[in-house]
Nanobody, 114 residues
């Protein structure tokens, strides 16, 4: 079965940067979208960024700070995170949607603290 493996999380000071990666262990056919979600304690999981129909969409709180990109050959999606704030602290999950099902990563912790 296909699995999504995430990496790149960690502890960073406010204003710092991190780059998250999410790679599929096998080929996924008919990809519709690739995106990143996050969930903080006591809060609902929210969409952070997504690539769909050749476009990129971001939640307002990360616009101009985060950048989502993809590698179509390797079925890999990235999230470049700059100017990190305390409120960005959360577990980040990647998701790939195909025409048949959704695939989720295991989650990676991002902690922004001084």
């Amino acid at each position: 079965q296909v699995q999504l493996v995430e990496s790149g999380g960690g502890l960073v000071q406010p204003g710092g940067s991190l780059r998250l990666s999410c790679a599929a262990s096998g080929s996924i056919f008919s990809i519709i979208s690739m995106g990143w979600y996050r969930q903080a304690p006591g809060k609902e999981r929210e969409l952070v960024a997504i690539i769909i129909s050749g476009r990129t969409v971001y939640v307002d709180s990360v616009k101009d700070r985060f950048t989502i990109s993809r590698d179509n050959v390797r079925d890999t999606v990235y999230l470049q995170m700059n100017s990190l704030k305390l409120e960005d602290t959360a577990v980040y999950y990647c998701k790939i949607r195909s025409n048949s099902q959704d695939y989720w990563g295991q989650g990676t912790q991002v902690t922004v603290s001084s």
